[in-house]
């Protein structure tokens, strides 16, 4: 096969329909784009779900005069109720490690996290968060049984889970994913729908060459293979532009929303060249599939 005139052919091809090109690429891109930040916010879920996984703690807040539990009667948990709660926890078998926490403690923790966001530590006066203990459990699944023994005990506000939170906020993280993979998906219906078109078009310009080629005796290949090849190109270069998308995606939206929720796993650079060659890879496979399919059928060769 002369590789100057599937060249040609290529060029030829894309500059009669550089509309109908220009609008493959941006949409290949759009779709890559979304598909890459898909797999994004899922490498950030998953990093942050490996890195929680053995951190999780329960936390049991002590009571306290501003406490609305009714049950603390508006007085701070005694010295007595204190180390009963200790002894208690201590003993249980589902506990790994118990920290007692004051509440000059737990201030300067929370303002060494928000450090970030003085305005929230401006709202917040010291005294505002309660004693407590934070307990890490050998598994994390068996808080329920810790929960228990502990709600309604003398001098016990309220017994939080983070596991439950994370849980709650991972799901909005899957939520978002869901929602960027899904918007993808109809991008790529809508990229492959403007391959077939453009190929179809291609082919009708080029009809009286084609019809050329095939009497004298040219191999179904080398007449199919400069269609492929648009598409694939096309591919290519939207799938480059996604590429530029990725990295803003990256920079504004993942480490943005890291750096908000205070998340202790940043996403690295590796997991986004990699989401990067798949993006560029599926676009260039998907607008390739496309045009051979499409030729199939239109061709009839």
Request: proline share 2%; charged share 20%; hydrophobic share 50%.
């Amino acid at each position: 096969m002369r590789a100057q005139f599937v060249f040609q052919e290529i060029w030829i091809g894309l500059r009669r329909n550089l509309t109908m090109t220009i609008s493959l690429v941006i949409t290949v891109a759009i779709a890559m784009a979304l598909f890459g930040t898909g797999l994004l916010i899922r490498g950030q879920v998953n990093a942050s779900k490996d890195y929680w996984s053995d951190k999780i703690e329960v936390s049991v807040f002590l009571c306290a005069k501003t406490s609305s539990n009714q049950q603390c009667q508006k007085k701070d948990a005694t010295q007595p109720q204190k180390d009963e709660i200790n002894k208690l926890l201590k003993q249980m078998p589902q506990v790994a490690d118990v920290h007692y926490e004051s509440r000059a403690d737990a201030w300067k923790r929370f303002k060494d996290r928000f450090a970030s966001q003085p305005g929230f530590v401006n709202s917040t006066r010291e005294g505002d968060i309660p004693d407590s203990f934070r307990i890490r459990l050998k598994n994390p699944q068996e808080y329920k049984a810790v929960t228990q023994a502990l709600l309604g005990r003398a001098g016990v506000d309220q017994v939080i889970n983070e596991q439950e939170i994370l849980k709650r906020f991972f799901s909005i993280l899957n939520g978002l994913q869901v929602a960027a993979l899904l918007i993808a998906l109809f991008q790529v219906v809508a990229a492959v729908l403007l391959v077939g078109n453009t190929v179809r078009l291609s082919a009708f310009n080029r009809r009286r060459e084609t019809g050329i080629m095939r009497l004298v005796g040219a191999s179904n290949t080398y007449i199919q293979m400069p269609f492929i090849l648009e598409g694939a190109i096309a591919g290519l270069i939207g799938g480059l532009f996604s590429s530029v998308l990725l990295v803003m995606s990256k920079t504004f939206l993942i480490d943005r929303l890291a750096g908000d929720i205070q998340f202790a796993s940043q996403l690295g650079w590796g997991t986004v060249i990699w989401v990067i060659i798949v993006s560029i890879c599926f676009g260039v496979l998907l607008c390739a599939a496309a045009s051979f399919l499409t030729l199939r059928r239109y061709l009839r060769i």
